[in-house]
């Protein structure tokens, strides 16, 4: 089994904290929320957006015209890693780079397109420009084409999991010997379309989230290759994945899932030393309540202060265990606990194991 473990060896973020793995880092260390100002008519429109964050002026003027903004994000966030001159090259004869990537697509471009379908003249007097960003892939093969990533290129869709099912994906594909590099992570953005299927999925009554956006990454190396070695952050040792019918399962469902992963990874709950949640109340913290008993390791909040990132939501609370293991060397070697549950049944953990600092 060790030998299917992918290392993490680089991260970027674009969040509402601004554009770059600095940024979150300094927004993480700070505790308090990324602001939350309002942005337009649609109700609890109140979201935390990736401040200043435009596709021409990130990504230049050709190719972005009808790029939508989940697209522009996952773009700008993959070429933080592909493009640096310090990035880590692909070895000579090896697997081309490829890409997982979390998302759920633009929720504003679809219901836009269909929109114009509809009070147009005539029902095919729509851009054609924009029918690709209405597609769930859209994103991840924009990224494949503007940073030549030729190997796998996959979307992976389960709403707040979809971080964790594009990790398993990417494990797969390396331990399958598909691929070598992976950029691998979570992409979602903030729309007023976005806000109103919220609000009226839940009753037509204000839940009290605040929406957020961004995209987190991940550069995934396999275990043993020769830049896990070098430049090794954590290691991923487990990943387990659960489906529940009504809010009531999600405790029993979520600690199953727990335990699965323990055993796979030799571990006792003893063993776990952070913990990085979806949520710090709820279904989640009473499986975590049921799991530890007394002893509840420290925890790290995400949602908290960047707001729902969906689909982006696990990818972020992984980037915040790699920031919390960047400051306290004593997490290193011990394992952190990463948990998200999805309202529409998907729920999963990951175990990942941070590397001590170079």
């Known amino acids: 089994m060790t030998g299917t473990r992918p290392v993490i060896t680089a991260w970027s973020a674009i969040s509402p904290f601004g554009f770059g793995a600095d940024a979150f880092r300094d927004g993480l260390r700070g ?6 100002p309002s942005s337009g008519p649609a109700p609890d429109t109140c979201g935390r957006r ?27 966030g993959v070429g933080e890693l592909v493009d640096p001159p310090d990035a880590v090259g692909t070895p000579a004869g090896g697997p081309a780079p490829g890409l997982v990537l979390g998302t759920t ?19 095919f007097y729509v851009d054609p420009a924009r029918f690709p960003s209405t597609v769930m892939n859209c994103a991840a093969g924009q990224c ?8 796998p290129n996959a979307t992976i869709a389960g709403g707040r999991a979809a971080g964790l099912l594009a990790l398993n994906y990417a494990r ?54 020769a830049a896990a070695e070098r430049h090794g952050l954590a290691e991923v040792v487990a990943l387990e994945f659960g489906v529940h019918e009504d809010v009531g399962e999600i405790p029993a469902t979520l600690l199953r899932c727990v335990r699965r992963a323990l055993e796979r990874a030799g571990a006792r709950p003893a063993d776990v030393a952070l913990v990085a949640p979806g949520a710090l109340d709820g279904p989640e913290q009473a499986s975590l309540s049921e799991l530890f008993g007394a002893r509840l390791p420290a925890e790290v909040d995400c949602a908290g202060l960047i707001g729902d990132q969906a689909a982006a939501a696990a990818a972020f609370q992984v980037l915040a265990v790699l920031v919390r293991a960047e400051e306290d060397p004593l997490l290193a070697g011990r394992l952190a606990l990463v948990t998200a549950v999805d309202h529409d049944g998907t729920l999963g953990c990951a175990l990942l194991r941070p590397h001590p600092a170079r």
């Open 144 to 151: 494949a084409i503007w940073h030549g990533l030729k190997g």
């Open 172 to 225: 797969r594909l390396q331990a399958g010997g598909r691929a070598g590099t992976l950029f691998c992570g979570g992409a979602e953005e903030y729309s007023d379309a976005r806000a109103r299927l919220h609000h009226h999925g839940r009753g037509g009554a204000p839940d009290g989230t605040v929406l957020g956006e961004g995209a987190a990454i991940l550069r995934l190396e396999p275990a043993g290759s």
């Open 105 to 123: 697509g633009s929720v504003q471009s679809t219901m836009d397109f269909t929109r114009s379908s509809l009070d147009g003249d005539r029902p």
């Open 31 to 36: 505790g308090a929320p990324a602001a939350a």
């Open 50 to 76: 990736v401040p200043g964050f435009d596709a021409r002026t990130v990504l230049g003027k050709k190719g972005t015209r009808s790029m939508d903004r989940v697209t522009a994000l996952a773009v700008a």
